[in-house]
């Protein structure tokens, strides 16, 4: 009987860790290249805050911020500020997925 319960329970934990729930996806940023202004846009499964994050080539973190993300498409403005042209690495990140992409700003 412990051995069945056991089984059961190593299972249910299986299914859990190695389900794919993705509570964010589709992530993109457009216009891409862009020259001062660029919508990021991603969907999410429910309502929660994410931090939207973008840094350079370098690692080095240039803008963060929390946004509440509500179900479905979801559309964050960026404008490039003070930043020069180059390439610039932006993510979405909560409390199960961070999802990263480039964006170009000319």
Do not use: C, W
Not at 13 to 21: K, L, R
Not at 46 to 67: A, P, Q
Not at 83 to 92: M, N, P, Q, R
């Amino acid at each position: 009987m412990i051995k069945k319960i056991l089984v059961f329970l190593f299972f249910v934990f299986t299914i859990n860790v190695f389900s794919q729930e993705k509570s964010i996806d589709n992530l993109s940023a457009a216009p891409n290249p862009f020259t001062s202004t660029t919508k990021i846009t991603f969907k999410a499964s429910k309502n929660t805050n994410v931090f939207f994050v973008v840094k350079n080539v370098l690692g080095k973190t240039i803008h963060k911020e929390v946004f509440k993300a509500k179900t479905g498409t979801n559309s964050i403005p960026f404008s490039k500020g003070d930043l020069s042209t180059g390439i610039y690495i932006y993510s979405i990140q909560n409390e199960k997925r961070i999802i990263s992409k480039r964006f170009v700003i000319k």
